[in-house]
């Protein structure tokens, strides 16, 4: 599967079928710190990943100073 | 997963509450806990105008959103900062929300309308960009909403951003900011009323909430942001979270219940206010350090001046 990560964007390509715990797992991020978004729908935690799938991974995680 | 409230498939686990919810009554549950925030803060009141404090990203665009579902009057404003890379994309996702919903959104540049820029400041001013920034922020939401006659300015601080805040301002024991640090402030001495709708929550629920709603914001961060001590104290949080889900709501709202007051500050305290001679906004000074900032930065206040209503920026129908 295709795997985007945002800020700053980059694009990587996975195994699956996978489920969305395992994928954060193992590209070790933390699972409040982003979303996962396949054709601009949420996915939740427990979703299987299929092999074509081609999802993106957003990070949530903003902040300027004030 | 299944949603709390319907037994309908989830698609987001809020872990604070220990509940999923589906797309509808997640939507739900914001809305909820805005209006929550808004009654138990005594932020705003049926019927008042509000002017939003607008970036593009998902924050700012999700609580107007959210202010005008709940049937408040609500304009935006967005600051164009002149920051290269960020700035331009932030408008077009602040303008494409608000035709996309009919809303009046104004724009206001500062290397058009000031003649100066955020990194250009801060190098000539020997302030972090982050600092000259948040500086030109400040002053020119409150004086638009002062200027609008709005009766308060929404920022789309969330939960995250609160409690990162307040941890910076823990660590060091930074009383004054501590007294400040309030969901709402009220309006006097020039200053308009300032609220912040989203307290209750959390930065991932903004961006979910925006997915689900189709708002499409501006994800990339801005370049200055990169490694700044806030994003630090929001990552210590989030790994305390991940063990421990809801301590960054308890650590917050334990400070607002037991420990603000102890901080705020008394009226013998308040710094005097007089008018800035340049501008006419509240200043501590004859000048106020904004126009100080403008100097510095060899810019400029808009031209038409200040006794004619300024323009505050190309209303949406003239948007490029
Ligand atoms: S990161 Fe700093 S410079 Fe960038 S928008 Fe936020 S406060 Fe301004
Ligand atoms: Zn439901
Ligand atoms: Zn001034």
Known sequence: MIVRLRNPTRTLEMDGPMAVTALLARLDIPRESVLVIRE??????????????????????????? | MKCRVCRGPAVIDVRRHNANFCGEHFLRHCREQVARAIKGHQMLEAGDRVLVAVS??????????????LGYEADGLYLGLGIDGYSPESERFARAFAESRGLSLEVVDLPTDYGYDIRGAA?????????????????????????????????????????AVLLGNVLRWQGEYLGRQQPVLHAGDGFPRKVKPLVRLGEREMAAYCVLRGIDYMVEECPMALGNKHIGYKEALNSIEERSPGSKHAFYFGFLDRAADLFVPGDDDRSPIRACVRCGSPAGAEVCAFCHLLER??????????????RLGRPISEAR
């Open chain 1, 40 to 66: 601009g729908i949420l996915v939740p935690g427990d979703a299987m990943l299929g092999r074509d799938d081609s999802i993106e991974i957003r990070s949530v995680i903003s902040g300027g100073a004030r």
């Open chain 2, 56 to 69: 593009g990203g998902k924050d700012s665009l999700a609580v107007w959103d959210i202010l005008v579902e």
């Open chain 2, 123 to 163: 190098r000539s001013a020997k302030r972090v960009p982050c600092s000259a920034c948040g500086l030109s922020k400040r002053h020119l939401f409150d004086e638009a909403a002062e200027r609008g006659g709005y009766d308060a300015l929404a920022t789309g601080h969330n939960l995250d951003d609160e409690a």
């Open chain 2, 297 to 310: 930065a060899g810019g400029h206040l808009p031209s038409n001046g200040r006794d004619v209503p300024v």
